[in-house]
Nanobody
Framework: QVQLVESGGGLVQAGDSLRLSCVVSGRTFSNYVMGWFRQGSGKEREFVAT????????HYADSVTGRFTISRDNAKNTLYLQMNTLKPEDTAVYYC??????????????????WGQGTQVTVSS
């Protein structure tokens, strides 16, 4: 069974930065396309970013393009999300997800098979 554990969330002020991490165990990390999603209070789950198996390709939501960077270290079985210039609207629980699908990178959560428990990011104005 695949397990994903996120960390790095917290309370920050607008304009600050945070780096989220997601450690994956149980299977070969490089087998998976990885993604970050988020869900704000009272809102639906929202795509943030995704990265291909060996990191060559990435895709971002328009709302975070230019501010967030997704990366992975396959030797450490770890996915990252560097978040810069944070805004109050970035406040949400952030989830990492692993997908075994092939083809183009997907922003649809249904294509991701395994999920972490989430880490809270709160950005104050």
């Amino acid at each position: 069974q695949v397990q994903l554990v996120e960390s790095g969330g917290g309370l920050v002020q607008a304009g600050d930065s945070l780096r989220l991490s997601c450690v994956v165990s149980g299977r070969t990390f490089s087998n998976y396309v990885m993604g970050w999603f988020r869900q704000g209070s009272g809102k639906e789950r929202e795509f943030v970013a995704t990265i291909s198996r060996y990191g060559a390709n990435t895709h971002y939501a328009d709302s975070v393009t230019g501010r967030f960077t997704i990366s992975r270290d396959n030797a450490k079985n770890t996915l990252y999300l560097q978040m810069n210039t944070l805004k109050p609207e970035d406040t949400a629980v952030y989830y990492c997800a692993a997908g075994i699908y092939s083809g183009r990178l997907s922003s649809d959560h249904v294509n991701y098979n395994y999920w972490g428990q989430g880490t809270q990011v709160t950005v104050s104005s």
